[in-house]
């Protein structure tokens, strides 16, 4: 070696500190091509682990270790975790292929708003493998000048076409048994490698166009064409125009605690995205109403790790060599006056010894690691620093000690990039590799659709989207089944609400049968946002709307010949029933079919006109109960301009408050008129739905059945038949079926529906019978930490109600905390659930029943 090269290795800026910079050839699909070297670059799924059950973590992690050592043992590894802000205009494009009906372009432009206000983060996983060596890089340091073309540079020739088929070749089998990891490894898009190199010089530019697949020469050059100017304790990324577009420091860890348990402290760069902090902002710039909660910010620190798995024979001789150095340092302090090696050295030399004899017997591995944590502020210098110690802190706190590493900026800005190498080795940690993937960084929440609606946003440990679409089951061949289960006046109507407008704006027919009452907002801002939607009621004003003859229509004639004699016969007294009026209700009905244009009002009218004197009788009984406000839906004569219940795209609420509906246990005998009369007009909806759902005609129409309290319908068998019918044929019939319950004890009970659940939606509940039946349909372990989690679901750090919050089931069976979010305040006003925010729908004017003979 060189004296110069002495001095410099002995100054710290020698050896790998001191060599050239990368040189970039080529971006191609999971490939950086350098001067010196290739490289094969992943994109990393993340994993739900938030929820996750013990057995299910510590059977993920081990088989990450266990890929860990037997995929990527002796090879360069470069590890990142990097953010990037949410495009929320690429939602506006993708509502173009969503919604058809209504005025759909406003409503994406709700949700699109909403994102940029909320600006959620998006975190990127990214893993790259050195493959292949090119040639011999130099050891000669650059001439130190700020360009990051002095940084990193570009050559005008490129790797030839069989080169890069070679390099391709070599990085899809090695892609191959990344793929069956937990991190289902693929090919990082050359698009998303281009991003990767080209925002690090923080300039607003158009990434290439790659060519045949391929960025080389001046599209290349593009993406490194920045300027960072290093400093003892940060750098400073420069714009086009020479000012500072960024201040960026570079921190390093110099020491984990000796013990890291798992989940817990062990999971630190999973923890990545908890880390916040509180701006500096002048009094005068703060309004005198601020919420305190946002002035919380994320920190949102990048993670670079270069690690190597140490082969077997390589890692043994490691520990060998730390316990022939604590072996030393033991004999020599004992040869001193003091004659007291030292309790560390002396537990060094044990545990090396325990480790080599462990690695000899048992499957056990190192890494060597050298994590590095890269903070950013676009804001300033002061803004950097207080990132900077919140990221010191929350690690501080894990017992992790994390701290910026002075005049090494720009020799570990340089080690974080792509194509690079490990530059400053000094600052590294070997350790058993279960250690390094314990750190979870793959780890985080993850739950609902990949595309789809967007209706809310994940609360756990990663940041990101909550997507809801209940009407793609069916295309899928999927269940069509979605429940939301919870305590009242926790946002489970508000949320069904919300998947409802989703779906009318998909083209879908949207049928609630809204026994609370409580659900006419969604037909108000349905109509605001040029949705065809209707409010039905109970009354005169509505007579008519759910007779079985115009609901059924010619497509159910034969059916309706048969249901409204059975729906009369449960609506008739039941001294009448007992006295054979049945037999003179078929004839009236099947008189009236014939005579055409049928109608249950014609029934009873013909009935109350009879010559039988039994017939009359019942004719005047069903009368005097048309004229009610429950029996006038069904059996009353229509009021003129009535609004048919047609199965046409859009929003009809049928909104049936005030029904009372016997036990499954109770006798028909022992029913009063109240009874008999709300189980005749759900008679109608039931029929209705089963019927509509199954039309030929129709199979090509979205639809979506919405049933909120449904535990008023489980009680009756009528009620839990017409569920489990359209749970399990949903699919075959495109029908989606959306239920809210606050009793999911007898939704559990419901075998047929519960197995069809595509999705279940938990709010908070408080009693541990309920609790446990909820973590059931959740798919939740049942105990007191699960009891404990559904209690607090729906509550604010100061207790207060947190409405929209809940656990989520998906089709995957991923479970994760979401906020259901109402994209603006105008829209939370129109669905409003309180009496008082009610619409009225046309008020047609109710008819006298008259002699039609």
């Known amino acids: 070696m060189k004296v110069i090269e002495r001095l410099s290795s002995f100054l710290g800026v020698g050896g790998e500190r001191g060599a050239a910079a990368p040189r970039y050839l080529a971006l191609a699909d999971g490939l950086v091509v350098t001067t010196t070297h290739a490289e094969a670059w992943f994109v990393l799924a993340g994993s739900n682990t938030d929820l996750m059950s013990e057995t299910a973590r510590d059977k993920e992690l081990d088989e990450a270790a266990g890929a860990l050592a037997r995929i990527l043992a002796g090879s360069e590894v470069h590890l990142k975790v990097l953010w990037s802000p949410l495009d929320a205009e690429d939602y506006r494009q993708e509502a173009a292929g969503l919604f058809t009906a209504g005025a759909w372009p406003e409503w994406a432009a709700l949700r699109v708003d909403r994102l940029d206000e909320i600006a959620l983060p998006s975190r990127h996983l990214l893993m790259g493998v050195r493959i292949t060596a090119r040639e011999r890089s130099g050891t000669t340091p650059g001439a130190g000048g700020r360009t990051v073309g002095e940084g990193l540079g570009v050559v005008s020739t490129g790797p030839g076409r069989r080169e890069l088929a070679r390099l391709d070749g070599s990085m899809r089998r090695l892609g191959r048994l990344l793929e069956s990891t937990p991190w289902r490894a693929q090919p990082a898009p050359v698009e998303t490698l281009a991003w990767m190199v080209a925002r690090e010089q923080h300039r607003a530019s158009t990434p290439p166009s790659p060519a045949a697949g391929v960025v080389t020469g001046a599209g290349l050059a593009e993406l490194t064409r920045g300027r960072i100017l290093p400093y003892p304790d940060h750098l400073r990324v420069l714009d086009g125009r020479g000012g500072t577009a960024a201040w960026v420091a570079i921190l390093t860890i110099s020491g984990f605690p000796e013990v890291m348990e798992v989940p817990g402290t062990g999971e630190w760069l999973r923890t990545l995205s908890e880390i916040t902090y509180v701006p500096d902002i002048d009094d005068g710039e703060m309004s005198g109403d601020v919420d305190p909660a946002s002035l919380i910010l994320p920190v949102s620190p990048e993670a670079s790790v270069r690690f190597k798995v140490l082969p077997k024979r390589e890692a043994m001789g490691k520990a060998e060599a730390a316990r022939r150095l604590a072996k030393e340092q033991r004999r020599s302090a004992a040869m001193q006056s003091a004659e007291d090696p030292g309790q560390a050295v002396q537990e060094t030399e044990g545990a090396m010894r325990a480790l080599v004899r462990d690695m000899g017997r048992e499957d056990v591995t190192l890494v060597e690691d050298h994590p590095r944590l890269i903070v950013t502020s676009t804001t300033g210098l002061t803004d950097l620093r207080a990132r900077v110690d919140a990221v010191v802190q929350h690690f501080g706190g894990l017992g992790i000690e994390a701290g910026v590493a002075e005049e090494e900026q720009r020799e570990l800005w340089l080690e974080a990039q792509p194509g690079d190498r490990l530059r400053v080795p000094d600052l590294g940690h070997v350790r058993e590799v279960t250690a390094l993937a314990g750190s979870w960084w793959w780890g985080g929440a993850r739950v609902g659709e990949d595309t789809g609606p967007i209706v809310g946003y994940l609360t756990g440990t990663t940041p990101g989207l909550f997507r809801n679409d209940v009407t793609i089951g069916s295309e899928r061949g999927d ?196 009874q008999r009369m709300s189980v005749a007009l759900m008679h109608s909806m039931l029929a209705y739905g089963i019927t509509t759902a199954g039309r030929k005609d129709l199979r090509g129409l979205r639809k979506v059945v919405c049933v909120p309290e449904v535990h008023v319908l489980t009680a009756t068998r009528e009620g839990a038949a017409f569920l489990d019918y359209l749970a399990r044929v949903g699919r075959a019939l495109s029908t989606a079926l959306l239920l809210d319950t606050q009793d999911p004890q007898s939704l559990a009970r419901l075998v047929g529906v519960v197995e069809q659940l595509t999705t279940v939606v938990g709010f908070q509940l408080t009693q541990a019978e309920q609790q446990d039946a909820l973590a059931e349909l959740l798919g939740l372990p049942a105990g007191a930490h699960t009891r404990a989690l559904i209690q607090s679901i729906g509550m604010q750090p100061d207790g207060e109600i947190r409405h929209g919050h809940s656990i989520i089931r998906d089709r995957r069976f991923q479970a994760a905390t979401v906020q259901w979010d109402v994209p603006s305040l105008h829209l939370l006003r129109l669905l409003d659930t309180s009496p008082k925010a009610a619409p009225s729908d046309d008020q047609p004017t109710p008819q006298t029943q008259e002699n039609t003979e």
């Open 479 to 674: 269940a069509t089944t979605t429940a939301w289960c919870g305590r009242s006046g926790r946002g489970k109507t508000v949320a069904m609400m919300l998947s409802m407008l989703d779906a009318a704006f998909r083209g879908a027919f949207v049928l609630a049968i809204d026994v609370k009452g409580d659900m006419g907002g969604v037909v108000t801002a349905g109509r605001h946002y040029g949705l065809d939607a209707h409010l039905i009621e109970t009354g005169p004003r509505f007579a008519g709307v759910a007779d079985l003859f115009t609901l059924l229509d010619r497509h159910g004639s034969e059916r309706a010949q048969i249901e409204v004699p059975a729906q009369l016969g449960i609506a008739m007294p039941p001294h009448l029933r007992a006295r054979g009026a049945e037999t003179p209700v078929q004839h009236a009905v099947n008189e009236v079919i014939a005579a055409g244009e049928p109608a249950t009002w014609k029934v009873v009218d013909r009935l109350r006109h009879s010559s039988d004197p039994l017939a009359r009788e019942t004719g005047e009984a069903l009368y005097e109960l048309s004229v009610t406000a429950i029996g006038a839906p069904f059996m009353g004569r229509p009021a003129e301009g009535a609004v048919p219940l047609a199965p046409e795209p859009g929003i009809r609420v049928v909104q049936i408050p005030g029904l009372s509906l016997p036990g499954a246990a109770d006798a028909r005998e022992d029913w009063n008129v109240l």
